[in-house]
């Protein structure tokens, strides 16, 4: 098993950094380890000759009202996890160490931000630039590699970097799910066991509205009414938004053509989730 290094601060990163082998891939993480992150750090060790992640539960994408403190935590674990994956670095910056006092410099996307997941949680996606921005500047990989469950997201650092002008390659993988096609996620353990158990009804909805457009439907809104019936039709889910958009742009279509991102997110009791499926 090789040797992991881990550091706190940006200056032990600079000294690490400079003798990893190149290419350098990076995933960036809040930690919390399952099948889903592991993924990403698997295809990082194949494509790239180091492995740098980051754990950060990065304060300014949660809303004051989020769920920051409660977030979950088991950073032995993590951390025994990115040993036997192979990874070379593991970088875990404390909040005073990423935000020191008188930070004031963000790094925000615009359009690609309001809709879905931004306009239901307004400053999310400022945090999430500004702390990627931060990390890749640090970590300078050639590769960074994120999950598709975060769809937006995705499309929101792909955006930076190209608007920016990051010498990166974002790669994204797929979403790792629970056998009941639960999308993998920390958040997931918040769940009690009926909620658990009715969590399956998000990605339920996502393959009916994609059966439907297998046998010819073609409007948005029909899509999107399969969806909602599915979820509504369970007592314990509470539905947030379903979307039926351009996979590009995140506009919202009338008429499914090219590539389409259909996503939602639905409460189930306090907890949160989000998903979404590719097609087109
Ligand atoms: P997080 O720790 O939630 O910030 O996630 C870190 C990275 O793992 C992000 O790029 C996520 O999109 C990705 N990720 C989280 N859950 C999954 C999953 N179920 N499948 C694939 N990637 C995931």
Redesign the pocket.
């Known amino acids: 098993m090789n040797e992991l290094q881990e550091i706190v601060t940006f200056e032990e990163l600079r000294i690490a950094r400079a003798s990893l082998p190149e290419p350098v891939g990076f995933?960036?993480?809040?930690?919390?380890?399952?099948?889903?992150?592991l993924?990403?750090v698997k295809r990082a060790c194949e494509q790239s000759a180091s492995v740098v992640v980051s754990?950060f539960?990065?304060p300014t994408q949660f809303a004051p009202t989020d769920d920051l403190d409660a977030y979950p935590r088991d950073l032995e674990r993590d951390r025994e996890l990115l040993r036997e994956a192979g990874v070379d670095l593991l970088w875990i910056p404390t909040p005073e160490e990423m935000y020191p006092p008188g930070f004031q410099t963000w790094v925000e996307a615009e359009k690609i931000t309001k809709p879905l997941e931004g306009a239901k949680r307004p400053g999310h996606f400022r945090g999430v630039t500004t702390v990627v921005a931060k990390l890749f500047n640090a970590v300078q990989p050639q590769m960074a590699?994120?999950?598709?469950?975060?769809a937006q997201?995705?499309a929101v650092i792909r955006r930076m970097v190209r608007d920016l002008n990051m010498p990166i390659e974002i790669v994204?993988?797929?979403?790792?799910?629970e056998r009941d096609g639960l999308?993998?996620?920390?958040?997931n353990t918040y769940l009690n066991e009926a909620e658990r158990q009715a969590a399956s009804v998000l990605y339920k909805s996502l393959l009916a509205a994609q059966s439907a457009y297998k046998k010819g439907e073609r409007s948005a809104d029909s899509l999107r009414r399969v969806m909602e019936g599915i979820i509504t039709d369970e007592p314990l889910a509470r539905l947030e938004y379903i979307s039926c958009a351009d996979y590009d742009s995140l506009e919202e279509l009338t008429v499914v053509s090219g590539k389409t991102l259909l996503s939602l997110a639905v409460y189930l009791g306090r907890t949160r989730l989000i998903d979404n499926l590719v097609f087109g």
């Open positions: 995933v960036p993480t809040m930690g919390f380890l399952h099948e889903g992150h993924s990403l754990i539960v990065n590699f994120f999950g598709q469950k975060d997201q995705v994204a993988s797929p979403i790792i799910r999308a993998m996620s920390s958040r």
